[in-house]
């Protein structure tokens, strides 16, 4: 790759990460194992001059896959962690202090609301969530003590979109007085590859590497990357925590990544054609998809993304269990079970509840996702149908 910076994404998603000439001219970079890592002399022990120094620092397998989300993220570094959870919290903790307080979007992934509220409220840091679409006007809750703003883009069960751009902008007006407030975002569901949020004003990106990236449901992951302004913090309260992940799982992440372009695709062309495909289905009553141009946030996606993710809501008239069960308990294609971003579809219904804070989510509606996995278009399209049959003649 002549340079780096200039590559297209898809170029460096397959060539990024890799050394063959330091390993024997094997093509991806192999599983180091590795606990104790030998120094030449007393010299590079004392200057840590070597790129490896203890594996809970860092491996080549490690550093093969940070170096790739590095360079796709536009940030200054990527650490790993052994989830997409603990590289989220770790990110938070590594900007707040106590007394400080965090925004959060009322959309956030639940266990994020979880260490929110239980362990950040126990270490003296305040949580305010906010109304995903509050745009611009975040700039009446910045507080003198908010350090930092955090988004998950679209919210993983109900879609909205956060304009990151005026949202920077707020965090910008209000953080004249030489405060630093942080912006953190989830970015699972799009991949470096369709949203790049450092570059419309964010600080600190986190990815459940366990979905897209390792890509074949089996393994667990995740990783942080930040700016210039706060990869210092990042680094050392992840070398602080002791977090890390093994060698196995930095290598299937990095080998999901090869493929990162080309799964991506195939799983938004058979999400999107689902989606419109559901939006006219008479039982359906909403498709949450943020690509699709009836969804509240399609200008933003238009603007900000190039590509949109493989799982999507939709909501259904509520009916009992027993038709719910209909529904779920007999679908041939569609696994039941958390998690998504696998080759396989998934099905998972959701009430809100509790998971909403600001804005209530309506009663009535019974709240499906769907990961789109890459099977036969059709054959998904008619197991899905078969279900809704189900689940009406249930009703
Ligand atoms: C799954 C998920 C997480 C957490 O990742 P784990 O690897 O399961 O800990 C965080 N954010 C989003 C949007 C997710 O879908």
């Given at each position: 790759m002549k340079n780096e910076k200039t590559s297209a994404l898809e170029t460096r998603l397959t060539h990024l990460g890799r050394r063959p000439g330091e390993q024997f001219g094997a093509v991806n970079t192999p599983v180091f194992r590795a606990s104790t890592i030998l120094h030449p002399d007393l010299d590079t022990l004392l200057t840590s001059n070597q790129p490896y120094a203890y594996g809970r620092r860092g491996t080549p397998s490690s550093g093969a896959v940070e170096e790739i989300v590095t360079s796709l993220e536009g940030g200054k570094g990527t650490r790993v962690a052994p989830s997409g959870l603990s590289a989220l919290t770790c990110a938070i903790m590594s900007v707040v202090s106590s007394g400080d307080e965090i925004l959060v979007t009322d959309s956030a992934y639940e266990p994020t609301r979880q260490f929110c509220d239980g362990y950040l409220a126990r270490m003296g840091v305040t949580t305010r969530y906010f109304d995903p679409r509050l745009g611009k006007d975040i700039v009446q809750l910045i507080n003198e003590n908010t350090s930092a703003i955090f988004i998950e883009s679209p919210g993983s069960i109900t879609f909205e979109l956060q304009d990151i751009p005026a949202i920077a902008k707020a965090r910008d007006d209000r953080a004249s007085s030489g405060r630093e407030i942080a912006i953190i975002v989830d970015n699972t569901w799009a991949t470096p590859l369709f949203y790049q949020p450092l570059s419309l004003g964010a600080d600190i990106v986190i990815h459940a590497g366990t979905k897209m990236f390792v890509g074949h449901s089996d393994a667990m992951f995740g990783t942080m990357t930040a700016n210039e302004i706060f990869w210092p913090k990042l680094d050392e309260t992840h070398g602080l925590l002791g977090l890390f992940a093994g060698p196995d799982d930095c290598f299937l992440a990095t080998r999901g990544l090869r493929t990162l372009s080309i799964r991506m695709q195939e799983h938004q062309k058979r999400a999107l054609f689902l989606a419109s495909w559901l939006e006219d289905h008479e039982l359906v009553q909403r498709v949450l998809h943020p690509?699709?141009?009836?969804?509240?946030d399609y200008e933003i996606c238009k603007r900000d993304f190039s590509g949109s993710g493989c799982i999507f809501s939709f909501t259904l008239p509520a009916a009992s269990r027993e038709a719910l069960a209909a529904f779920v308990d007999h679908m041939e294609l569609f696994g039941l079970g958390y998690s998504w971003g696998g080759f396989e579809s998934l099905i998972l219904p959701g009430k809100l509840g509790k998971a909403r804070s600001i804005n209530h989510w309506p009663e009535d509606e019974q709240l499906i996702r769907l990961h789109i996995g890459l099977e036969d278009i059709d054959e998904l399209q008619q197991d899905i149908a078969a279900g809704l049959e189900r689940y009406q003649a249930a009703m």
């Open positions: 690509a699709l141009p009836s969804h509240p």
